[in-house]
């Protein structure tokens, strides 16, 4: 069954610094893809960043960019050049190709990220 | 360009009543899906449409709960005789369709069931 793991639950930063938050997954499927959203404290699901699993480059959207680790289930989220504004709940999720529910997301827990001046 | 649409925001209902919550999917997404965020249990999926049609409720508690999708617009979650542990965010989203589109959230209907 597939999984998502976030291990850290709160980060604090200080501006301007940055930052990775780390996710590993499990899945069975040859073919998946790998999101990235943010949750703010008023409750909105923001999407950031994604990483198809048969591409190898890593994907980078302004100041937010992924290190993918395929051998190692691995996908880290960075965030360079923090500003206060990147203070939230930060999940990490899983969809698979081709096994049971392809269309769902599977969340992980979250981080939680403190940006401080 | 709207995003995805849910209202109320907020409801309060007492133990054994029923509560409807609606979602409005972004203009030209086929595919739509509900999930459920708590504290305890994080973020879970319930149930999925595409063009309309339900595709995967895999995620829905089999009594009580149900889905529909009457037209492409929008989507109705009805919990029949809520109870306290159905208390939490119910979340849709929406997607231009499936297999590796992002989805795109709603800001959520928080559930109190007292």
């Known amino acids: 069954a597939q999984k998502v793991t976030q291990t850290q639950t709160s980060i604090s930063v200080v501006e301007k610094t940055t930052v990775t938050m780390d996710c590993v997954y499990e899945t069975r499927d040859s073919s998946y893809f790998l999101f990235w959203y943010k949750q703010t404290a008023s409750g909105e699901i923001v999407f950031l960043i994604r990483q198809d699993s048969y591409k190898k480059e890593n994907a980078t959207v302004g100041h937010y960019s992924l290190n993918f680790q395929k051998p190692k289930s691995s996908i880290g989220l960075i965030i360079t050049a923090t500003q206060i504004e990147d203070s939230a709940v930060y999940f990490c999720?899983?969809?698979?190709?081709?096994?049971?529910?392809?269309?769902?997301?599977?969340f992980g827990a979250g981080t939680r990220l403190a940006v401080c001046p | 360009n709207a995003g995805v649409i849910q209202t109320p925001r907020h409801k309060v209902t007492g133990k054994g009543q029923e509560a409807t919550l609606w979602c409005e999917p972004i203009?030209?997404?086929?595919?739509v899906f509900w999930y459920r965020q708590t504290i305890v249990q994080g973020l879970e999926f319930l149930t999925y449409?595409?063009?309309?049609?339900?595709?995967?409720d895999s995620g829905m508690p089999k009594e009580r709960f149900s889905a529909q999708m009457p037209n492409q617009s929008h989507s109705t979650l009805k919990i029949q005789s809520t109870q306290p542990q159905d208390s939490a965010v119910y979340l849709c989203?929406?997607?231009?369709?499936?297999?590796?589109?992002?989805?795109?959230f709603g800001p959520g209907t928080r559930l109190t069931v007292l």
């Open positions: 449409f595409r063009n309309q049609a339900p595709i995967d």
């Open positions: 203009s030209g997404h086929s595919a």
């Open positions: 999720a899983m969809r698979e190709a081709f096994t049971g529910s392809f269309n769902k997301l599977t």
């Open positions: 989203a929406s997607s231009l369709g499936g297999g590796s589109y992002e989805q795109y």
